[in-house]
């Protein structure tokens, strides 16, 4: 029987994580608390029902605090589900993660060739190797929008988005719907904004430099990016303008976009933000209330993609814990998950099958495809850099006049991020 364990708040509340070893138990930390933990208990049951394993499930919101506070005191759990590959190469690094080649199958089969290089991490002595799973992952690189609101085709590039952003505000219709706010990581949305236009204005090349800390702030490419995503969305472009995009949190901005007057018509989010539309009080329906289209390339660049994932490490090697990781990893576990709906895999054999409506088939098929994904920048940054890139977004938001003062206090940052907290992953 699964044991289920929640730190919510305090980590004192929290008991030491001691399964390792244990025979026949498994412990797994998360940070899926909710409705979200029931669909991964759900996972886990179907492999107790297999083995002769029992697991025991940490779910808490405060993940990476409370694992740091484990592995400094020499009581980690089995596995743990890192929302970041920043911390997934920190603890690779330093030693505290368990290779995953020859005990999780390749996959060569099932997965990418891009997915299976997004799981491995470059170690300091050049050296590369898999220390994870993708247990399931988000299309970052999404605009949605109301179906009935605003039908017809949609931008194909970069600069048709821009046009249409144009013609709705001279219209007189608001383009974009904004919110900022996020407890406790205010001004994340505005990175993902940053992200996706650098990625698709100056390539993935450029991209994985830049977030891999090796491309100055200050370079006309990351600039470029600023500017242009004011001119997207910025003043006029955004319901209720700036000060009501800061006091908004992610999650409500899309309210307006739904209703018999849309008070905005298109909201840039990723894809687990389906979830959260159809939790609101109108109720709008999966393609036929609200859509996407994936953000579009500029002039001369190919498609690409931002995502991001949750990755299974292993901390301690038993033969309990090596059937667990194993099993997350194969066809059978990654169907579950989408299933239920909201959850998307990057298994091909997984593919579109289980999902019950037409958008979600599209996530996954991008998901699964060849086309090149990154991913999330600040995700890859040492925690200073991201700090300070949350809140750069913010002030410019407020203030887009002072963005080379900003620019400048970024690159300060980035020049005292060491060689040592740089991480760069494949972005083809």
Excluded at 235 to 247: C, D, E
Aim: with cysteine.
């Amino acid at each position: 029987m699964i044991r289920l364990l929640i730190a919510l708040v305090l980590l004192s509340a929290l008991p030491a994580c001691s399964s390792a070893g244990a025979a026949g138990r498994v412990q797994i930390m998360a940070s899926w608390t909710g409705q979200e933990e029931q669909r991964f208990l759900e996972v886990l049951a179907e492999f107790e029902k297999d083995e002769d394993v029992d697991v025991e499930y940490v779910g808490t919101r405060a993940l990476s605090q409370v694992l740091q506070s484990e592995v400094r005191q020499g009581t980690p759990p089995d596995i743990a589900l890192l929302p970041s590959p920043g911390e997934l190469a920190a603890y690779a690094r330093d030693g505290h993660l368990v290779p995953l080649d020859g005990i999780v199958p390749s996959g060569q089969d099932q997965y990418s060739a891009q997915w299976l290089e997004l799981e491995k991490v470059s170690l300091e002595n050049g050296g590369k190797q898999r220390f994870a799973v993708a247990v399931k992952a988000d299309l970052k690189s999404a605009i949605w929008f109301n179906t009935k609101a605003l039908p017809g085709p949609k931008p194909q590039t970069g600069e048709e988005l821009l046009a249409l952003s144009n013609e709705l505000a001279a219209g007189g219709r608001t383009p974009w719907c904004m919110g900022l706010g996020a407890t406790p990581d205010s001004g994340w949305p505005g990175t993902d904004w940053i992200e996706d236009v650098l990625l698709h204005q100056a390539g993935p090349d450029v991209y994985r430099q830049w977030a891999a800390s090796k491309l100055p702030w200050t370079s006309p490419e990351v600039r470029a990016a600023w500017t242009t995503w004011s001119r997207l969305a910025g003043g006029t472009t955004v319901r209720g303008g700036p000060k009501s995009a800061l006091l908004t949190d992610f999650g409500d901005a899309g309210r307006a976009m739904f209703g018999p007057q849309p008070g905005c018509l298109l909201d840039h989010q990723a894809s687990f933000i389906l979830g959260v539309y159809q939790g609101y009080e109108s109720s709008p329906k999966v393609a036929q209330d609200f859509d996407f289209f994936p953000f579009p390339a500029f002039a001369g660049k190919s498609p690409a993609s931002v995502v991001s994932a949750d990755l299974a490490a292993m901390f301690t090697d038993t033969p309990q814990a090596r059937k667990l990781i194993s099993y997350l990893a194969s066809e059978k576990a990654q169907r579950i998950w989408p299933r239920n709906g909201g959850a998307f895999s990057t298994n091909r054999e997984v593919g579109t099958s289980e999902h019950r409506d037409d958008v979600s088939k599209k996530i996954a098929t991008i998901l699964t495809s060849d086309q090149s994904l990154c991913f999330d920048a600040s995700d890859l940054m040492p925690p200073k850099m991201r700090t300070a890139f949350y809140r750069a977004v913010l002030e410019h938001v407020d203030d887009p006049s002072r963005l080379d003062s900003l620019l400048e206090k970024l690159e300060v940052v980035r020049a005292g991020v060491s060689e040592e907290e740089r991480v760069e992953f494949p972005c083809r």
